[in-house]
């Protein structure tokens, strides 16, 4: 006789404060035959301090795709199993990818349990546009890299929200401060529902001396937001490079339209980008 399939629940767990737990987390948590955690030690601390038995399971980066195979074969047997990371909402820049792939391609139902997550937390009270918003995770470790990666970003029209380490903070807000408008707002969360909680909103040109000169706001766990670039002025392009632009748009990528536009009408290319930008954003509201 064949065992229904179990489920797969993506629980988010706090990212600081143990009071963030939700009800259903718990109750799933106690429900299930395993918890699949990114640090079984972490977990346990968790499961101890709400009193919850269920046995855990190694799942992280390191092991995800090896551990897949069996943790599928657990759930087509009939056994539920909850994916939890060390803090916060599973995937947002953390491992289950491939699990969860697996688990809607062998038809295994996957249960999403909504909970903490420190991108929206910050985003939330950051006092940023949140209409539109892109989370980057983490920024690439190295200056150079970092730079370039940034400098792809400087027109982008969204909120961007990072995570950043405590040892790399200061060279991340140098890198930005070398790359964006100094007058780009920026809010730096800190130690999000933790004991030494801070938000600072500050300037991108600002941001780096605010923690030079005080090392200790360096230590902890970073979100950093960046305001996306302001509106183009419709003033920066004449009447027929804006219809140029917009026809090519229908018929080419953004890229390829920026360029060409560049080329007919003369006009430059990072306030042609900018204008198709705004443009696109523009269009997809109206369908929505």
């Known amino acids: 006789m064949e065992h229904e399939p179990g489920k797969l629940y993506v629980v988010a767990t706090p ?14 948590l106690r429900r299930v035959d395993a918890i699949a955690a990114e640090d079984t030690r972490h977990c346990r601390r968790l499961l101890d301090h709400y009193g919850i038995t269920a046995s855990t399971r190694s799942f992280h980066e390191h092991n995800e ?12 047997s009939g056994r539920s199993i909850a994916l939890v990371s060390d803090a916060g909402t599973p995937l947002i820049n953390d491992p289950g990818f491939p699990l ?3 688990a ?30 892109a989370f980057e995770g983490f920024p690439p470790r190295t200056r150079n890299a970092r730079r370039t990666y940034f400098e792809r970003l400087v027109e982008e029209p ?32 800190k130690e999000l529902t933790k004991l030494h909680e ?16 005080q090392p200790e706001l360096s230590k902890g766990e970073f979100v950093l937001l960046v305001a996306g670039a302001p509106p183009l002025s419709t003033e920066e ?7 140029t632009l917009h026809l090519l748009l229908k018929e080419c990528s953004l890229r390829t339209a920026v360029s060409l536009a560049e ?5 430059r290319k990072k306030v042609l980008y900018r204008a198709a930008l705004n443009w696109q954003a523009a269009s997809t509201n109206q369908e929505l």
């Open 237 to 243: 392009l004449t009447g027929e490079q804006r219809r």
């Open 104 to 133: 809607h391609e062998t038809g295994i139902t996957v249960v999403p349990i909504p909970g903490p997550c420190a991108a929206i937390a910050a985003l939330s009270a950051a006092g940023l546009p949140t209409d539109r918003f």
């Open 15 to 28: 990212i600081g404060n143990l009071d963030d737990m939700t009800f259903r987390a718990l109750n799933i």
């Open 100 to 102: 969860i792939q697996a």
């Open 198 to 213: 801070r938000l600072l909103s500050t300037s991108v040109g600002q941001a780096p001396d605010l923690f030079v000169h």
């Open 158 to 189: 969204r909120t961007s929200v990072f995570y950043e380490s405590s040892h790399r903070l200061i060279a991340c807000l140098e890198d930005l401060a070398a790359v964006f408008p100094p007058q780009r707002r920026v809010v730096i969360a």
């Open 65 to 76: 795709r090896a551990k897949t195979a069996a943790l599928l074969e657990q759930l087509r």
């Open 263 to 267: 080329k007919i009408t003369g006009a």
